[in-house]
């Protein structure tokens, strides 16, 4: 097989994204997650609240460190793969990161010690102010970057001489015009993981009956936060949609594989997208509805991938990336209201649910990389939309170079990943602080749940 | 505003890249120094750098920030031209970074094998960074003497770093651990200081300007201190070293203030040696420097954000003063 140094170059820049956005999309969730159980524990002084702190701590250091490691290599390899990029953009791209750095990285970094360690050092509101300002920071982080991503998306507020970008207004690089929408898709994506994970390892822990009072309390928060905020995120998606189609209408053909431009058009199910021959095979489709959603009419105009032939991206991974999402999306409700229903009624849940629950502790991990599959991917051929192609800027390394270093870092990141929900499965299936201290100071053991 | 820019910004990038060596380099060493120390010592020696070394990673990230920010157009040259050397180093400092949660966090049957892929990632991040080093300092080409000179600096940086750990773990420990730290730091120190006479004498031979730059009257008469200065620290490390009674008596401080003092005047040395380059012999930093709107634009973040940063920083190091206890989540 012919290895194209381009196409190795981006898919070890996918590997590693990929495997970095991970990592943030749980603790930029889980930081408030934890902020909401220490305020929980310091207005209640229900003890459980702060069992429940420290279960979900040792996760969140966990996960932000590899958080932060994984996010390093992404920092360097902005260089080492794509230093045209740099070159061409670093004007717009470069302060942006430099803010992320500066208002976003050092506080999280700094603080973190404080609120992992800090405990027994500091007063409790002192404490409680370091949490908040790490979570605080980890959303700062997630403005940055998504500011910076929507524009190159969606590039707003620059002037381009000799094939080089220069800032003419902030505000407007800032706020672009699909920023708004990323960035609240994202951030409810992010909470939605992190809802699913606590969830999830809490279902598993009752399952496995080695929870305690915490365990029911985290499990409520999780299911209520994803209850609320999954339809929420449909809402959002939706309209992120609507400025895709007014933005970047190939990406929007390419999701919905939609070949000429047609009014009334229809939103196909499932096929195969097949671009030789410019149709999809074994649609299954439904009248109107692909205009419906798009255009919010069902005569709506949606532009056909045959007017941008040579300039739109492969269409068969962007279609299926976003049924992917589509589909998590759907369980996510499905589930989440199904257990959040038991939960109004008073009830327990049952095993069959708390199976499906701790089934789905990675859904939002799933949703997520389909989600950033469909925008990126999407994207292609550009690196800034319509303005720099993503084949002018890649660096000349040997494919030989590229493909030792690419097989060394998906070794490396599958380790840590396996290591990672080893880990996870090790903390979880301690039994409960909790439960051990009621046995021991109560005589008696008091459990709660369906065990 | 527009010569000034530059000449911040490489300040800025400077002091960020000085602050990562002492800070980073004294976890590294902790890193390095691990496999020396018994089980229960390896628990207090990560309990000495786990509330640090998370802000400590985070200066090269502004470093090199800085470099892709207010300088783009060497950004890629030099990442480009370190590409393996900064691939083996981020793989060290990812193993080590999340070596240091799991060694606790993934059952004690593991425990031994993150101890050893945090010493691994520690040695291969602080070599690599060394090669770095030794690259740019040549000018990034790539011929027999500029990779001899790599070899020998990338030597050399994890002998700087042992220091550093050493010398922070006499702040940070007492008893049995504190004794080891001596003799570590006694055993290392003649390893840096060979390594540190070596790449001065060196780095003339392998950089024409930088040669000119030392040699010539009558900067050279300015330039007196620095060598002087690294000296007097190198002797008291080596008479302070021999005397643990001085150590223990309240002077603990001193083994990892003079390696401090060594760091600055290497860094200060290194700025005279090569500005107003960014890369030696190819590009100055006013021909690299990204447009000026842009710079002004970060410009005044940093005015803002980089005293805040030091102050919280710095409180942080206080809240964590004294010795290191068992780390925990209490």
């Known amino acids: 097989m012919d290895l194209d140094p381009f196409v190795l170059a981006r898919i070890q820049f996918a590997a590693n994204i990929s495997f970095h956005i991970l990592f943030p999309s749980i603790t930029i969730g889980l930081a408030w997650v934890l902020l909401y159980f220490r305020l929980r524990f310091t207005l209640s002084k229900d003890q459980a609240w702060e069992y429940a702190y420290y279960f979900w701590v040792k996760i969140f250091a966990l996960t932000f460190a590899i958080g932060v490691v994984s996010g390093l290599t992404m920092s360097f390899q902005f260089g080492t793969n794509w230093p045209g990029f740099m070159e061409r953009a670093g004007n717009i791209a470069g302060p942006l990161l430099g803010y992320e750095v500066l208002t976003a990285f050092f506080l999280e970094a700094s603080f973190l010690g404080i609120m992992l360690f800090g405990k027994s050092r500091v007063s409790n509101r002192m404490h409680l102010i370091a949490t908040a300002i790490v979570a605080i920071g980890t959303s700062i982080s997630g403005f940055w970057i998504l500011a910076l991503n929507s524009w190159m998306q969606t590039p707003a507020g620059f002037i381009i001489e000799d094939g080089v970008f220069f800032a003419q207004d902030w505000t407007q690089i800032i706020f672009n015009p699909s920023f708004p929408y ?177 089934a789905m502790t990675f859904a939002g991990w799933v949703a997520t990389l389909a989600g950033w599959y469909v925008t990126e991917v999407g994207r292609q051929p550009w690196i800034v939309y319509g303005l720099l192609s993503s084949a002018d800027v890649v660096a000349d390394h040997s494919s030989a170079t590229l493909t030792n270093t690419l097989l060394g870092y998906i070794g490396l990141y599958l380790f840590l990943l396996v290591s990672y929900i080893q880990a996870l499965r090790y903390l979880a299936s301690k039994p409960a602080q909790s439960l051990i201290l009621l046995h021991t100071s109560d005589g008696q053991a008091t459990t709660v749940g369906p065990n | 505003m527009e010569q000034f820019l530059p000449i911040f910004f490489v300040a800025v990038m400077g002091l960020s890249l000085l602050l990562y060596v002492i800070l980073d380099g004294f976890d590294l060493g902790v890193g390095i120094l691990l496999p020396l120390a018994s089980d229960s010592e390896k628990d207090t020696m990560i309990a000495s750098i786990g509330p640090f070394w998370d802000a400590n ?140 006479v070596l790449v001065s004498i060196a780095t003339p031979f392998v950089s024409h300007d930088i040669a000119d730059r030392w040699f010539s009257l009558p900067s050279a008469i300015g330039l007196i201190p620095i060598p002087v200065s690294c000296f007097i620290a190198f002797l008291i490390l080596h008479f302070v070293l021999r005397k643990p009674d001085v150590l223990r008596a309240g002077y603990h401080w001193v083994v990892f203030t003079a390696i401090t003092l060594i760091c600055l005047m290497a860094a200060l040395g290194l700025a005279y040696s090569i500005y107003p380059y960014i890369i030696i012999g190819r590009m100055d930093l006013f021909e690299a420097a990204a447009a000026t709107n842009s710079l002004q634009f970060v410009f005044y973040g940093v005015v803002v954000t980089l005293p805040v940063i030091l102050l919280y920083s710095a409180f942080v190091f206080r809240v964590f003063r004294g010795k290191a206890t068992t780390l925990s989540y209490e």
């Not at chain 1, 279902?203 to 305690?212: E, H, L, P």
């Not at chain 1, 936060?225 to 992120?240: E, N, R, S, W």
């Not at chain 2, 966090?105 to 593991?110: Q, Y």
Request: proline share 3%; charged share 15%; net charge positive.
């Open chain 1, 182 to 358: 990323r960035f609240l898709h994202m951030m409810t994506a992010c909470f939605i993981t992190s809802a699913f994970l606590i969830a999830g390892v809490s279902a598993w822990r009752t399952r496995s009956g080695v929870d305690g009072p915490a365990t029911r309390m985290v499990l409520k928060t999780g299911v209520i936060m994803a209850a609320v905020l999954t339809p929420l995120q449909i809402v959002i998606g939706d309209l992120h949609g609507l400025n895709t189609l007014e933005h970047q209408p190939a990406k929007i053909a390419a999701m919905e594989a939609i070949w000429e431009t047609e009014r009334g058009a229809s939103f196909t199910l499932i096929g195969l997208p097949d671009e030789e021959a410019r149709k999809t095979h074994f649609a299954i489709k439904i009248p109107y509805a692909a205009s419906l959603i798009l255009t919010h009419s069902a005569e709506g105009e949606v532009k056909g991938l045959n007017e941008f032939e040579g300039a739109h991206p492969p269409v068969a991974m962007v279609f299926w990336s976003f049924r992917v999402m589509l589909g998590m999306g759907a369980l996510m409700l499905l589930v989440s209201w199904w257990a959040a229903f038991q939960f109004i009624r008073g009830r327990d849940i049952t095993r069959a649910l708390l199976l499906v629950l701790s």
């Open chain 2, 57 to 196: 990673e985070t200066w090269i990230v502004l470093g090199v920030g800085i470099l892709l920010i207010a300088f783009p157009k060497a950004h890629g040259i030099v990442l480009t031209a370190l590409y393996i050397p900064v691939t083996l180093m981020l793989f060290g400092l990812i193993l080590r970074g999340v070596a240091f949660d799991f060694r606790v966090k993934a059952g004690d049957r593991r425990k031994q094998l993150w101890n050893r892929a945090f010493f691994v990632g520690s040695l291969i991040a602080s070599t690599s960074q060394g090669w770095m080093l030794g690259a740019y300092i040549t000018g990034l080409q790539r011929n027999a003497t500029s990779h001899t000179f790599a070899a020998l600096i990338a030597f050399s940086l994890p002998a700087l770093y042992v220091m550093l750990g050493a010398g922070w773990l006499l702040i940070k420990t007492e008893g049995l651990l504190f004794d080891k730290a001596v003799r570590w730091a006694r055993f290392a120190l003649p390893v840096m200081g060979l390594a540190l």
